[in-house]
């Protein structure tokens, strides 16, 4: 009796497990899209003080190296440093990030998943001054990332965000 209902659970499951696309089934058209469009999400929720949300593009044991901030490593140290960073309510500004238009590439790791190069611009809007919200170009930096590819899934296992430099250099 039990052998029945394991069958018919496992006749469920197999068929979405079957259908779970493999790395080297995406075209290096397919993974350019879905990288950008991953980078595109992650970076529209980075600063929003959504921990849960941010959370779900990174791997349990992400390292995050930063050349102003260092190490950070695991998820929860991770989001807890974001939240340190960004999520202030006394603040007078909010930062977001904008990707350097042509400057991402993305190479295969074979068994793995995508590295992801590129360049960003950082942007701070001053939203509690008097004559309304300003944004300004507040500097740029370069980036690796190491894109794991994992059941069906991307997320972020390292990460490298290097050559931090105020916008006018």
């Not at 190069?117 to 701070?124: A, I, K, M, P, R």
């Not at 997320?155 to 006018?168: C, E, I, N």
Request: charged share 25%; aromatic share 14%; net charge positive.
């Amino acid at each position: 009796m039990i052998s029945k209902y394991i069958l018919l659970i496992a006749s469920f499951l197999l068929p979405n497990f079957a259908k779970a696309q493999t790395l080297d089934s995406f075209s290096d058209q397919e993974l350019f899209k879905k990288i950008s469009s991953l980078d595109s999400s992650l970076f529209a929720t980075i600063y929003t003080c959504n921990p849960e949300k941010n959370a779900i593009f990174f791997s349990e044991d992400i390292e995050f190296y930063h050349d102003k901030g260092g190490l950070t490593k695991t998820r929860k140290a991770l989001m807890d440093q974001l939240n340190k960073n960004f999520c202030d309510p006394n603040s007078e500004w909010q930062t977001h990030r904008k990707l350097v238009k042509g400057s991402m590439q993305i190479y295969r790791i074979k068994d793995y998943g995508v590295v992801q190069v590129g360049d960003h611009l950082f942007y701070e809007t001053w939203i509690k001054d008097p004559n309304g919200k300003k944004e300004k170009l507040a500097g740029k930096a370069k980036f690796i990332n190491l894109w794991q590819y994992k059941g069906g899934e991307f997320k972020l296992a390292r990460v490298l965000s290097y050559d931090h430099q105020p916008a006018g250099n």
